[in-house]
């Protein structure tokens, strides 16, 4: 059977009955002849305290002597009430095993504060730290209510694939894969062997899974996918990276409103999980990682999400922008993208939390959007939220076949590459919607970590640090 973990630990009553506890020591603090250890598994944010009294029994002086920051152990004691504040219970130690020190001369997680430049130097080693245990247990306790909002529902999860033929947002922004030569030669910079291609043709990494999620959705009506993506975007920022996951609900017979209703009780879903079930780790981001974000994200589940056009968010744009209220760096002009400075302002000035913005012009936005009447702008919905921006981009899909292959012939598209997604319209197509929440930026909404690269395991982008 398992041994007990910290969390079991600390919300078991004193008992003092025999435990035995397999840990790992933050730090150690020694008095006369008492040791004091804050050990921690991992399995919460608080760390328990384990009390060895070197006068009660004996010890072998040589291995405490290696019970470090850093250490590997098996605590065998009794668990007893704390006399000191915070805890109800601690170990009282009668016995300790060492599985595998840490040399403290060049362990590189000392007792003091690391900056998160120097711990993505080592991450394999940050989850160690509070701020990334707590990281990676809310990015957990988020995947699982993610599977658990879309199964609620009656949505089935599709895998699609990672390996694909086209470029599925047109963007160009696609990572290609290749195959080693036999003799499997150094790679060599700047070698471009197209005979390395997959098996003798182009292929590359997904941008998105949405157009194979568009062909379940059109047959089994409510899917979703949740999984890795890839773009090859030169964006040296706090919210892009080369590797990420994204979340993608597809919905036959749901049109923009229906999906932007999903969106939104989606996103209300996730934060009130969290909120509910990762208290302590919230409680730990409130207090050092963005004061006040647990009271943020309580209204944020409660209020109504404010949803504007496009054409809107210009006017409200361009009004700052003439009243002297706001300078922006990009032009305010109907037709340009959103820059994250406009986002910012619409979000965190104008309407004061999450924004669903809608029909954008359509040559900002992917072939697939349903086009409106106006034949200048598209069924877009992009979720924008304070402090990051864009969190979910979507759609209502173009679902008569002449008119996406209009749009794809204006813009060059080589529809043979995309026959089967052309048959889907061909035949049986039914209106249906769908959208992407890259699942990073919530983790970061959500916790207040200021940088994408804080809160996935193992980042990968243009300035990757560790592979
Ligand atoms: O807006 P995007 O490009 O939309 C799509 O890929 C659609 N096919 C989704 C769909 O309708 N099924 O990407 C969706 C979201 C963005 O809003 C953003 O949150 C995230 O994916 N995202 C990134 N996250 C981290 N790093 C990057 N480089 C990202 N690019 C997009
Ligand atoms: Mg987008």
Redesign the pocket.
């Known amino acids: 059977t398992p041994t007990p973990s910290v969390k079991d630990l600390l919300s078991t009553p004193a008992s003092n009955q025999p435990t035995v506890l397999n840990a790992w020591v933050r730090t150690r603090r020694d008095s006369k002849n008492l040791v004091f250890l804050a050990l921690s598994d991992g399995s919460c944010l608080s760390t328990i305290q384990a009390v060895i009294d070197k006068e009660q029994g004996s010890w072998d002086e040589k291995l405490l002597a290696k019970v470090n920051t850093g250490a590997g152990i098996q605590v065998q004691g009794s668990l007893t009430a704390s006399p000191g504040s915070g805890q109800a219970v601690e170990i009282q130690a009668t016995g300790i095993s060492l599985y595998g020190e840490a040399p403290q001369e060049s362990y590189p997680l000392q007792k003091k504060r690391h900056s998160f430049e120097f711990l993505r130097e080592i991450a394999h080693l940050r989850p160690r730290t509070n701020t990334f245990g707590a990281v990676a247990r809310v990015r957990n306790a988020m995947s699982f209510a993610i599977h658990r909002f879309f199964q609620e529902r009656g949505f089935f999860y599709v895998h699609t694939p990672i390996i694909t033929g086209v470029d599925?947002?047109g963007?160009g922004q696609m990572f290609r894969v290749t195959t080693l030569p036999p003799e499997n030669p150094p790679r060599k910079e700047g070698s471009t062997d197209f005979s390395r291609d997959f098996f003798g043709r182009p292929t590359y990494l997904a941008?998105?899974?949405?157009l194979e999620?568009e062909a379940y959705a059109l047959s089994m009506g409510r899917v979703y996918t949740f999984g890795p993506?890839f773009?090859a975007?030169n964006?040296n920022t706090t919210?892009?990276?080369?590797e990420?996951w994204?979340i993608?609900p597809?919905v036959a017979f749901c049109d923009i409103n229906c999906n932007m209703d999903l969106a939104e009780d989606f996103l209300k879903f996730i934060i009130s999980t969290v909120l509910e079930e990762c208290r302590e780790d919230m409680a730990f981001f409130n207090q050092w990682i963005q004061k006040g974000i647990i009271d943020v994200l309580k209204e944020v589940v409660t209020k109504k999400f404010a949803r504007v056009s496009y054409t809107e968010a210009m006017k409200e744009l361009e009004k700052a922008q003439d009243s002297g209220s706001a300078s922006f760096d990009f032009p305010v002009q109907w037709g340009a993208d959103l820059q994250s400075e406009h986002e910012k302002f619409l979000t965190e000035t104008v309407y004061k939390g999450p924004v669903i913005v809608t029909d954008y012009p359509k040559e900002i936005k992917?072939f697939y959007m349903k086009q409106n009447g106006d034949g200048k702008t598209v069924r877009a919905m992009?979720?924008l939220v304070p402090r990051l921006g864009?969190?979910?981009?979507?759609?209502e899909r173009e679902a008569d076949l002449s008119k996406l292959e209009a749009r794809m012939d204006e813009l060059g598209m080589h529809k043979e590459d995309y026959s089967w997604y052309l048959e889907l319209r061909k035949y049986g197509s039914v209106p249906h919607s769908?959208?992407?929440?890259?699942f990073?930026?919530l983790i970061q909404y959500i916790t207040g970590m200021q940088n994408?690269r804080d809160v996935i395991p193992f980042p990968r982008t243009v300035k990757s640090a560790e592979f």
């Open positions: 599925a947002e963007a941008v998105t899974g949405q999620a993506t773009r975007e964006s919210r892009h990276l080369a990420f994204m993608e597809e992917a992009d979720v864009e969190i979910i981009g979507g759609s769908g959208f992407g929440l890259g990073e930026r994408i």
